[in-house]
C-alpha cells in the first residue's frame, strides 16, 4: 500500500511539474508569437497548393499527408486554447498565404472544465466563439477553409484523474455538434472525431499515445480520409494553386 501511494505521488508530481513549465512557458510568450519564424517561407519551385495547420498540439503533429501538388506547413503550438490561437493568427498565418487552412483546436479550453467546473458554460461559449472567428479571419485571408471536429480524448490515466471530468467529454460533443454548423461554400467541415472515437465517444486506444494526443497511425488514418478530401478539392477547382 505504501508502495503504491508513493507511486502515485511521483505520478502527480511529474503531472504537476509539467503544468508549472508550460504555465511559466505561456508567461513568457503568452500567445507563442515566438514559436515559429515570422519571414514569409518560399513556395516550392512548382506550382502548388499550400495548405497550413493550425491550432494546438494535435495540429502540431499532424503529419502532412503524401500527395502530389500540395505543399504542407504547420503552425500548431502544443497546449495552446482558441484564445491563444486567435491572438496569433495575424503573425503566423497571413504572411504564409495558405490556400488552405486546416484547423484543428478547442481540447485545451474544455480540459479546464476539470479545474473550473463552475465555469464550464462559459468555457465551451468562448470555445465556439474562438473556434468562428479563427474559420472568418482564415477566410478573410483569401484561404479555404478545412475545420475539423475536435479528436476525442482518450482513458485517462491514474495521475489526471484529480484533474478531470466526464463533463470534458460532453463539451466536446457540444462544440463538435456546433463545429457542424459552421459549414458552407468555403468552409469544410472533416468530422475527425467519428474517424478517431469508438462506440462510447472514446478515443480509439490503438489511435492514441495518451489521453490527449494521437500515434502515428491515428494521423495516417486521418491522412486517408484527407488526401480524399484535397483531392476532390483539386478535382472541382475550388482553389488555386500558388505561382513560385
Not at 511521483?10 to 503544468?19: E, H
Not at 484529480?162 to 468555403?186: C, H, M
Amino acid at each position: 500500500m505504501l508502495g503504491g501511494s508513493i507511486f502515485l505521488n511521483i505520478l502527480i508530481f511529474d503531472k504537476a511539474k509539467k503544468y508549472y513549465l508550460e504555465l511559466n512557458e505561456t508567461r513568457l510568450d503568452p500567445s507563442g508569437l515566438n514559436h515559429y519564424p515570422v519571414n514569409l517561407k518560399k513556395l516550392n519551385p512548382e506550382r502548388q497548393i499550400r495548405v497550413v495547420f493550425f491550432g494546438d498540439s494535435r495540429a502540431e503533429g499532424w503529419i502532412s499527408p503524401n500527395i502530389s501538388g500540395y505543399e504542407f506547413i504547420n503552425r500548431g503550438i502544443h497546449g495552446q486554447t482558441s484564445v491563444q490561437t486567435i491572438q496569433r493568427f495575424p503573425s503566423h498565418l497571413p504572411s504564409l498565404q495558405p490556400n488552405i487552412v486546416i484547423i484543428q483546436v478547442g481540447v485545451n479550453d474544455l480540459k479546464t472544465i476539470g479545474l473550473f467546473p463552475e465555469r464550464s458554460e462559459s468555457i465551451v461559449t468562448n470555445c465556439r466563439e474562438n473556434i468562428k472567428r479563427i474559420v472568418e479571419e482564415s477566410k478573410n485571408n483569401g484561404a479555404l477553409v478545412i475545420l475539423t471536429t475536435i479528436f476525442p480524448v482518450g482513458k485517462v490515466p491514474l495521475q489526471r484523474k484529480p484533474f478531470w471530468s466526464d463533463q470534458i467529454g460532453k463539451a466536446v460533443n457540444e462544440v463538435n455538434s456546433y463545429i457542424t454548423t459552421l459549414a458552407e461554400d468555403r468552409v469544410i467541415i472533416f468530422d475527425a472525431f467519428s474517424i478517431l472515437a469508438d462506440s462510447q465517444g472514446m478515443m480509439l486506444q490503438k489511435y492514441g499515445s495518451d489521453e490527449l494526443h494521437l500515434n502515428k497511425q491515428g494521423y495516417e488514418i486521418l491522412n486517408q480520409q484527407l488526401v480524399k478530401l484535397l483531392k476532390k478539392i483539386t478535382n472541382d477547382n475550388i482553389v488555386s494553386p500558388n505561382l513560385k
